[in-house]
Every structure is written in structure tokens, then in C-alpha cells.
């Protein structure tokens, strides 16, 4: 059985974005491969978070993904600093990159223009994401097409340390689904949605009530010729509203444009959020359980007890390909 590595960044609630376009794909993986699951809260102070706030985020995160159907017998969840080989292989992976690879990263190009100081981190946690796929014998690596650079680098590194030293890493398979990768804001249509957007309006958190989705839809940028048409590059936010509408709901993108064929934006619009809404309720019931229960503690537990079993085998076998430490492993 093949094994699928995925990590997210506990900075924030969920959104729908993430929902659609990851979450509900890895319910489905985890029937066929074997997958880890990770809480990658090593990668979120890269930039400065409020420490009572990102425990918070991690536990809610920890929450979302069982409550979106992760299945602690199918999969393994457990928060990145819970299992100490991932920043120790990523400290080696940070001795084979150059910075020349790592100045090249999109994301550092555009993090570093915003602030005056910027972290080292920032520049350097490539390595640490190479360190969290290549642990577990990664053969595919489910990702958005803003991560697909990182995981091109993460495919060179370990071939440079397989020539280098000893050929012990897999090299992972960047996968990107071809429906749903990339939900777009609902304000700005030709960005992705994102939880770090200041815009709370632009996105719909996995959280959300009722009234706050039906809100957000409603006022969803679109356009003025109120038809119903699927046409990524004339009609991006109504494109943008068909493809959340047919993930949620079941049917087709063809179908729905017949079904809104001359009724306007309006009636489209309020049965998006309808659609949307059937779909987060019962997450957001099973996301209330977890938090209020020791089940969660339990099973994040039970996760890096077998995520730290299997990342120590892979890290032994890279230190000593490396000549470190004094005995043979």
C-alpha cells in the first residue's frame, strides 16, 4: 500500500477552500493508502503567533480533521513538534540545500517583500517540509498548486541525498487534484481563498453559522450579466460559485448551469450557501464533541506514539548515511 503524507499550518480556522479542496479528497484517500496526517505547528512560527492562540488552533485543528472524517484506525494524525525527527531531518536537509534554491521559493519572494525584518525561517523551512514528507517513505503527496515549487525542491533533495550518500528516501509524487484544488475568494475571484485573508467576508471558515454563510454567499463577487455560466476566464466568481456548489451538492457543473438557466444570481446564490451549509453541519456538530471530550487528547496521543515510532527509523537511517553521531544503527 502506497503511503500519502499531508501537512497544514494550524494559523487559523479551516475554509471551505481547505474543506473542498483537501480535506474531503484525504476521507477518500485514506481508504487506499496509507496515510499521516500532520499538524505542521513547527512550519506556523515561522512568522509570530500568540502562544495561547496557536494551542488553540492546533487542538481545533486536530478537531476539523476527524470531524471531517479522518479515522484514527485508517490514518495517523499527530502535531509535527510532538515527534522530534522532523526537526531533526530538517536540519539536515537544510545542509544539502543551496540558498541559491531556496531564494528561488515563490512564497519567500513574497513574504520577505512585506516586512522589514524577516525571519531566517522563512528562507529555510523548505528543508523542514522536505524532513516531514521524506520520514515516512512518501510515495504521493496531495498538494494545491501553490505548494507544487516546494514539493518540486522536496523531490530534489532527496535525490541529492540518495547520489550523495545512500539511496534510503523515496522520492514523492506531487499530486494535484483536477476539480476543487483551488476554491477562489468570494470578494476577489482570481485569488485563492485563504484563512490568513484580513477580509473575513472573503472566505467561509469550516466554522461558520448559518447566517454568517448565507450572508457571505449573498454578497460574493459575480458579475452584471446574471447568467449562470460556467466560463473560468469571463465569469470567474460565478465559475467560482458553480465548482463549491457541484463539490457540495453532487451535480454536475452542466447540470446546475440548466437548473439556474435564466433565473438570475440571487436564487443560484442562496442555494450555494444552502449547499454549503448541508455540507459543514454535521462537521461542525462532530467538531463541538471532540472539543468538549478526551477523545481528542487520546487519539493526537496515539497518533505521534505511531508517527515518532516510524520517523525514528527513517531518521537513524539518515544519520547514518551521514556518518553522525558514534554507533552503528
Known amino acids: 500500500m502506497k503511503t500519502i503524507f499531508s501537512g497544514i499550518q494550524p494559523s487559523g480556522t479551516l475554509t471551505l477552500g481547505n474543506y473542498l479542496g483537501a480535506m474531503k479528497n484525504f476521507v477518500e484517500m485514506q481508504e487506499d493508502y496509507n496515510c499521516y496526517f500532520c499538524i505542521v505547528d513547527q512550519h506556523a512560527i515561522t512568522v509570530p503567533q500568540d502562544r495561547l492562540e496557536l494551542r488553540s488552533n ?25 515527534v522530534p525527527a522532523h526537526a531533526q531531518l530538517g536540519w539536515m536537509m537544510q545542509c544539502i540545500s543551496y540558498i541559491g534554491e531556496l531564494e528561488r521559493m ?23 517540509m522536505a524532513a516531514d ?7 504521493i503527496v496531495p498538494v494545491g498548486e501553490d505548494q507544487k515549487q516546494h514539493l518540486e ?13 545512500n539511496d534510503i528516501f523515496t522520492i514523492p509524487e506531487v499530486r494535484i487534484p483536477k476539480v476543487g484544488a483551488r476554491i477562489m475568494s468570494l470578494d476577489d475571484p482570481l485569488k485563492k481563498m485563504s484563512k490568513s485573508n484580513p477580509k473575513a467576508k472573503s472566505y467561509i471558515s469550516m466554522l461558520d453559522d448559518e447566517k ?6 449573498k454578497s460574493a463577487v459575480t458579475d452584471s450579466e446574471a447568467e449562470v455560466r460556467f466560463d473560468q476566464e469571463n465569469k470567474p466568481g460565478v465559475s467560482n460559485l458553480l465548482t463549491i456548489y ?3 451538492s453532487g451535480e454536475s457543473i452542466e447540470t446546475l448551469e440548466k437548473k439556474y438557466e435564466g ?3 440571487g436564487p443560484f446564490k442562496e442555494d450555494t450557501a444552502r449547499a454549503v451549509i448541508q455540507v459543514l453541519k454535521p462537521i461542525q456538530e462532530r467538531y463541538d464533541e471532540l472539543m468538549q471530550s478526551k477523545e481528542l487528547d487520546e487519539i493526537l496521543d496515539k497518533g505521534a506514539s505511531q508517527a515518532d515510532r516510524e520517523a525514528k527509523k527513517m531518521l537513524a537511517k539518515a544519520e547514518r548515511a551521514m556518518g553522525l553521531g558514534r554507533k552503528k544503527r
Open 246 to 248: 457541484s463539490l457540495c
Open 58 to 82: 492546533i487542538k481545533s485543528l486536530a478537531a476539523l480533521y476527524l470531524a471531517s472524517g479522518i479515522s484514527q484506525e485508517k490514518s495517523t494524525l499527530f502535531i509535527q513538534s510532538e
Open 153 to 165: 525542491l522536496t523531490r530534489d533533495l532527496a535525490h541529492r541525498f540518495n547520489t550523495r550518500y
Open 263 to 265: 433565473s438570475g444570481y
Open 133 to 139: 514528507i521524506l520520514l515516512y517513505g512518501t510515495d
Open 106 to 128: 515563490t512564497q519567500f519572494k513574497d513574504k520577505s517583500g512585506s516586512s522589514e525584518a524577516v525571519p531566517s525561517a522563512l528562507l529555510t523551512y523548505p528543508p523542514l
Open 212 to 217: 454568517t454563510i448565507l450572508k457571505k454567499m
